[in-house]
């Protein structure tokens, strides 16, 4: 392997056991991968044990795994303005950063929170308090928190680069911090990355907005919905309204090379393909 190969793999599942998401991420010749670290469709979840630690790290290492991303809980919402919702949140996603943790897992991605019955800007506020609140926890460890873009579905907040860089600039002094860019979700958000032009006016906007030192992942999605429509319909690579010259853009960007770019695309049964397709783009020459 290169030291120039960029980054590229998929949302593995844990089903049976964590490390069968190594396992399948060796499968899939990926280099980085993306977990949840428990059901993410429920509260309860059980600490990782250390003995399930130390070999699912001595696993990484010897599949070559260079990042290792972690996606939170579908029912947390960090900026939900009722208090007992948020307290619950708050405490499962304290358990998130320490299983993040016990695995030594590079970073946390976590979609920013839901307005519900409270305006947005109470909302980001909600989140970077929230967020403020982990500042002892996210300090035993080394994983670092990522805002995820969102597509902006009902009342999600997170679908302008100006919320994500308005909670940055609250909690960055205290939390490690940062973005992980969702193609299919920024696209559906009404950001045109369809081709050349549009994806760097749209990089040229994250890097004045948000700034590109706070970008560290990518989910790679194309969308079946289209720009706009503010819905999160994740598509195959080339086969949603975005098309592969985004995707070409994106392989080609050599600062990009050390971010995971995880695939959350619908058919799994592709995405060894996918990742391939991804891999070849980075070498093609501009
Ligand atoms: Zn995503
Ligand atoms: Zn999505």
């Not at 980054?7 to 991968?33: D, P, R, Y």
């Not at 979609?111 to 909600?126: F, I, N, V």
């Not at 032009?197 to 906007?205: H, I, Q, R």
Request: hydrophobic share 35%.
């Amino acid at each position: 392997m290169s030291k120039e190969e960029s980054l590229v793999g998929a949302h593995t599942s844990i089903a049976g056991s964590v490390f069968n998401s190594i396992n399948e991420a060796t499968s899939l010749e990926a280099n980085c991968f993306q977990i949840f670290t428990a059901n993410q469709r429920q509260w309860r979840a059980k600490p990782i044990s250390a003995v399930d630690a130390k070999k699912f790290l001595q696993l990484k290492k010897d599949a070559k795994i260079k990042k290792t991303v972690s996606h939170n809980n579908y029912l947390i919402n960090l900026g939900s303005p009722k208090k007992d919702a948020l307290e619950i949140s708050k405490k499962a996603f304290l358990e998130e950063i320490e299983r993040c943790h016990s695995l030594e897992i590079d970073y946390l991605v976590f979609h920013p929170g839901s307005a519900l019955t409270s305006t947005q800007d109470e909302c980001l506020d909600t989140i970077a308090d929230s967020i403020l609140s982990f500042e002892k926890a996210v300090k035993k460890g080394k994983t670092r928190l990522l805002l995820e873009t969102t597509a902006g579905q009902g009342t999600n907040v997170g679908y302008k680069f100006e919320h994500l860089a308005y909670i940055i600039k609250k909690v960055k002094d205290k939390i490690p911090i940062g973005v992980c860019l969702d193609t299919c979700h920024i696209f559906a958000a009404g950001y045109d990355i369809r081709d050349k032009k549009g994806f760097v006016k749209v990089f040229d906007e994250f890097a004045k907005i948000i700034g590109m030192k706070n970008l560290y992942a990518f989910h790679i999605n194309d969308s079946k919905v289209d720009l706009g429509s503010r819905r999160d319909r994740h598509e195959s690579l080339g086969k949603g309204k975005i098309g592969l010259e985004c995707f070409k853009c994106l392989m080609q960007e050599k600062t990009f090379n050390n971010m995971p770019k995880i695939l959350e695309t619908p058919n799994e049964e592709i995405w060894r393909d996918e990742i391939q397709l991804l891999k070849n783009f980075s070498e093609l020459k501009k």
